[in-house]
Nanobody, 119 residues
């Protein structure tokens, strides 16, 4: 499995921006689709965004469309999540995940990074 380490979380005011990064190691990064998920206190983990191995196909949860952008740099083995116009309901632990090309499930996960949006 690929190893994943997230960074970039923190505290931001509503309307502000943050950029999360996820550095991958241990396997060929371009062999994986990548995703961001989040889990708020007392809630199930939910999908935020995914990007295909080549960066050409991206999908977003309705709740973040138009505000968040997922991207990747295969030369740097890193996937990013740019979060703009943030809302208090974006508060959660954000997880990076990897899925092998043509795989079904995301089966490699990072440790998570806390994002808190104050009203």
């Amino acid at each position: 499995q690929v190893q994943l380490v997230e960074s970039g979380g923190g505290l931001v005011q509503a309307g502000g921006s943050l950029r999360l990064s996820c550095a991958a190691s241990g396997r060929t990064f371009s062999n994986y689709d990548m995703g961001w998920f989040r889990q708020a206190p007392g809630k199930e983990r939910e999908f935020v965004a995914t990007v295909a191995w080549n960066g050409f196909i991206r999908n977003y949860a309705d709740s973040v469309k138009g505000r968040f952008t997922i991207s990747r740099d295969n030369a740097k083995n890193t996937v990013y999540l740019q979060m703009n116009s943030m809302k208090p309901e974006d508060t959660a632990v954000y997880y990076c995940a990897a899925r092998e090309i043509r795989g079904v499930n995301f089966n490699s996960w990072g440790q998570g990074t806390q994002v808190t949006v104050s009203a």
